[in-house]
């Protein structure tokens, strides 16, 4: 396995010379997963690898329809929306295993001043990790991946069973999803169907933080565009017609500790009840009921977290760190123990849990959550704000 950024290099300036690769995607993740980036022909990106390339700002604050409102602090009407500047971690050069002549290649969005951009979940995740390996924690994640495909999102209208489109079916598009990602050098221990038409699940093999939540990004990526390619569209929202099971990403976690410790799934669940805002991004998601209650194996000597879920739509980066960092407030036996599980009703009560609790701002940031905060209650409003179906059926014309 090609590790260093030299190694890196070296194939992909191999594979230009040999003609198999063309375009490198230099890219980074939004804050709700979206792979975001720049085709860039190859041979300008081997001639200046050491280049940064800017993006608007406005982008790491954006909402799920790529809106960028006022009451975001870091990027609004007042700030201008300046560049932030992506550098990229070119140890992590990849090809695109599911379009031939493409590698990809993510990295850290950098504010004008040059500090790593404080609301980037990339940042995000990788000051939990620094902060676990000072208290002597180091973990690794695997990831389960759950979406679906249909063939009319704006109306969640479900394919049949074995119905893509003309010339494909679910079984050949799933092995396509797989192969593709193996090619990308992403290690898939499982892909399935079900148990709902349309429904699959995708099973990520454990890898340390950073890169499992880049290969979570990468995953549902490539499944929405092999997925166009055969004429239908994979979805990794919440649906909540036709009684749908929900979407769910699931991280498993394992922990390396030194010293003794109590690790009690109570208390990572109370924990993770109020970063549930972070985990279930979304209205929809909301509905669905809460996430599911972790438990607590042993592989060895190393402790196993295990049960985790958030929902499909949420950010891997984001959900890693907040998950993480929950496990680690959990065992902090500094600390006073928590309270009841959190039992919001709605993503704005959820939100407003998020700004009470103290460790939040503590472990991913305080700039993080302040961003964050009226991007999820604004998601609230907009629900509490709509007039539904059931509504304009139920009370039109009878007043």
Not at 172 to 196: F, K, N
Not at 305 to 313: D, K, M, Y
């Amino acid at each position: 396995m090609i590790t260093t950024q030299v190694d890196r290099l070296a194939w992909l300036r191999g594979a230009v010379q040999a003609g198999s690769v063309h375009t490198v995607r230099a890219s980074f993740a939004d804050r709700l997963g979206h792979w975001r980036g720049k085709r860039v022909p190859a041979d300008h990106f081997l001639a200046h690898t050491g280049q940064v390339l800017g993006f608007c700002d406005g982008m790491l604050v954006c909402d799920v329809r790529c809106d960028i409102i006022e009451e975001t602090p870091y990027s609004n009407y007042g700030t201008g929306y300046p560049d932030f500047h992506v550098r990229f971690d070119l140890a992590r050069l990849r090809p695109v295993g599911w379009m031939g002549g493409e590698a990809y290649v993510f990295g850290d969005p950098h504010d004008h001043d040059g500090r790593p951009s404080p609301v980037s979940p990339r940042h995000v995740l990788r000051r939990v990790i620094d902060r676990l390996e000072s208290l002597g924690i180091r973990a690794r994640v695997g990831l389960r991946l759950g979406g679906r495909f249909m063939h009319d999102p704006d109306h969640a209208a479900l394919i049949p069973a074995g119905g893509l489109g003309p010339g494909d079916d679910e079984l050949g598009a799933l092995s396509r999803i797989g192969s593709g990602l193996q090619a990308s050098e992403i290690s898939v221990l499982a892909i399935a169907s079900g148990p709902e038409a349309g429904a699959f699940r995708l099973t990520l093999a454990d890898d340390e933080p950073m890169a499992s939540a880049e290969a979570g990004v990468v995953a549902k990526a490539a499944a929405k565009e092999i997925a166009r390619q055969a004429g239908v569209t994979a979805s990794f929202m919440t649906l909540q017609r036709h009684a749908l099971a929900p979407s769910l990403l699931e991280p498993m976690v394992d922990l390396e500790i030194t010293g003794s410790i109590q690790l009690a799934d109570l208390a990572i669940q109370r924990r993770l009840s109020e970063v549930r805002a972070l985990l279930q991004p979304s209205v929809n998601a909301f509905k669905a009921g809460p996430p599911s209650a972790p438990t607590i194996g042993r592989d060895g000597r190393s402790p196993r977290v295990s049960g985790l879920s958030a929902s499909s739509e949420a950010d891997p980066f984001t959900v890693i760190a907040a998950t993480l960092a929950a496990i680690a407030v959990a065992i902090d036996s500094s600390r006073e123990p928590a309270g009841s599980l959190a039992d919001d009703r709605g993503l704005g009560a959820a939100a407003e849990r998020l700004s009470r609790t103290d460790w939040v701002g503590e472990w991913l940031g305080p700039e993080f959550v302040a961003n964050a905060l009226p991007l999820l209650a604004r998601e609230d409003r907009l629900l509490q704000s709509s007039v539904t179906d059931w509504e304009v059926d139920r009370y039109w014309g009878t007043a």
